[in-house]
């Protein structure tokens, strides 16, 4: 299977996954790509500037390979300071969108949705007297109870019995999109 097939089969696999991962494909030059459009003549232009400035061949080299380059037709080629600024403002959101501190409050949050729903529930059938008030105060209790920790919750109402088919319906489409994550990351892990 050539390398570019199985490119594209990767990319596939992680968009299915909903990884945002820009995958880049390499190959030998053929004159249809396009790049790097400086002439030998833009490259010279900007190291007889620097080099008459500071007088010194590898201070003008340098010069250009921190700060960059610009062409007469307005092309810039960045430097290594304005890279490292960009990667690090792209480590910067990579944090930002992965931190395990953000996806924890979303499950958690997720969660008490999940409980406000059948407490909800609940009290309607308190008031429409459907159910003995005894059981829905004990059910209430039992939702007021649940641990505070991410697991120990989610084990709690994986045992409860739903009076809210709402409720019991969005609890079971976060447990499958958990079990999901944990074995696409565990399959990730085992192909590295």
Do not use: C
């Amino acid at each position: 299977m050539p390398f570019e097939e199985k490119a594209k089969q990767k990319k596939a696999s992680r968009v299915r996954q909903g990884e945002k991962i820009p995958i880049n494909i390499y190959s030998h030059w053929d004159g249809s790509q396009s790049g790097f459009d400086m002439t030998a003549n833009d490259i010279m232009d900007s190291l007889s500037e620097d080099l008459m400035k500071y007088g010194d061949i590898q201070t003008a080299l340098r010069r250009i390979m921190q700060k960059g380059l610009q062409s007469r037709s307005k092309e810039w080629v960045k430097g290594l300071q304005e890279m490292r600024k960009d990667i690090a403002e792209r480590r910067r959101q990579l944090l930002e969108e992965n931190n395990p501190d953000n996806i924890y409050k979303g499950i958690m949050d997720e969660l008490s949705e999940i409980v406000n729903t059948e407490k909800e529930m609940l009290d309607n059938m308190e008031k429409a007297e459907i159910t003995d008030k005894q059981e829905v105060s004990s059910r209430k209790e039992q939702l007021d109870n649940l641990p505070n920790e991410l697991a120990q919750k989610m084990d709690a109402l994986s045992n409860y019995d739903f009076m809210s088919e709402q409720a019991e319906a969005m609890f079971n489409e976060l447990s499958e999109k958990l079990k999901s994550q944990l074995i696409d990351n565990y399959l990730n892990q085992m192909s590295q």
